[in-house]
């Protein structure tokens, strides 16, 4: 029995199968980029090469496969669009030139494709222009190898596309392309799916580091709110202790002279003193909450020690936090 639920185990363990995708033999209604395609092929009886032409297939391959070729793309292109991607043509200017190409996309990621006859290198044989070159300039070189169609297909991201290495499957010994194409749908959306996973993650680092420089600019203006307030209340405190001290001196002064009339200069001089220490003491009139300083970048950046144009300042003129509720509000309220 446990031999059993050892085994089903096991099974259960095993990837699902990848579903084939079935390659007609014959073409009755073609995908419309393989009807188009087929239109662009031209009367070269030798080699069939679509690539850098517009609203086409990327192919390049000798023409006797032309025929399997555009068949396979006709299957690819038709179960893509029954999962419910799409399939399109596009063009981008790359270092001023127009670069054409044909993607079918997933989750809004374009993952281009073309269609090419893999090589072999053969030793080169000297047309006889060649030798008669080399006869007259012996220092030539001629050579060594020419590529020649194996008739093998392959199919992938272009040569230098940003997916130049992602995905690409072949005829191989083993098996034939048509065989791998439900294995590359299946690549393709495993790079969407991943593409869409990195792309949440740098979301939520995003915006994790803005909630951190938001959270620091925020901290950094209740620190400023308070260095100003203690600035303030520190000079409220010296400036009452140091009225106290002048009533104090010209308590004294006049205790000196005792009966004695006090000198008119020195009467007029104690009398300057007490009205200094009115307008000292701020104690002369109700207190209240300084108002705060300008919120400035500067003042702050020093503060939170970030760089203060990261993002959009959130404090106006009068230093009252502006920006959404979704980001750290204004410690004050």
Request: charged letters at 30%; proline letters at 8%.
């Amino acid at each position: 029995m446990s031999t059993l639920i050892d085994e089903e185990a096991e099974k259960a363990a095993q990837p699902l199968p990848v579903p084939a995708v079935d390659v007609p033999e014959i073409l009755d209604r073609p995908h419309r980029l393989v009807r188009a395609t087929r239109k662009a092929l031209g009367r070269s009886q030798r080699v069939t090469d679509t690539r850098g032409k517009p609203a086409v297939i990327p192919l390049y391959l000798s023409r006797p496969l032309a025929d399997r070729a555009l068949r396979i793309m006709h299957a690819l292109f038709t179960e893509a669009e029954r999962r419910g991607y799409t399939v399109e043509a596009q063009s981008d200017l790359q270092r001023g030139e127009a670069v054409h190409t044909v993607a079918i996309v997933i989750q809004c990621r374009a993952f281009p494709l073309a269609l090419t006859e893999r090589t072999t290198k053969v030793p080169h044989e000297p047309t006889p222009q060649e030798r008669r070159q080399h006869e007259r300039n012996p220092w030539t070189r001629l050579p060594k190898y020419d590529e020649e169609f194996n008739g093998r297909l392959a199919l992938g991201a272009p040569s230098g596309s940003w997916y130049q290495h992602s995905y690409c499957y072949s005829d191989s010994a083993r098996w034939t392309l048509e065989s791998r194409l439900g294995h590359l749908l299946q690549n393709l959306e495993r790079l969407a799916a991943e593409a869409d996973r990195r792309e949440r993650e740098k979301e939520l680092r995003e915006a994790e580091q803005r909630r951190r420089w938001y959270a620091a600019v925020a901290r950094a203006r209740e620190q400023q709110i308070e260095q100003h307030r203690a600035m303030i209340l520190t000079g409220q405190i010296r400036d009452w202790r140091q009225a106290e001290e002048i009533r104090a001196f010209c308590q004294a002064a006049r205790a000196r002279a005792g009966e004695a009339p006090v000198a008119t200069e020195e009467a007029d001089w104690l009398e300057w003193a007490e009205a200094y220490a009115v307008q000292l003491d701020p104690l002369r009139e109700p207190l209240r909450t300084p108002v705060d300083p300008p919120a400035g970048r500067e003042a702050l950046r020093e503060l939170a020690k970030i760089d203060a144009y990261a993002y959009a300042w959130p404090f106006d003129a009068d230093g009252r936090w502006t920006l959404p509720g979704d980001c750290p509000t204004d410690p004050r309220t």
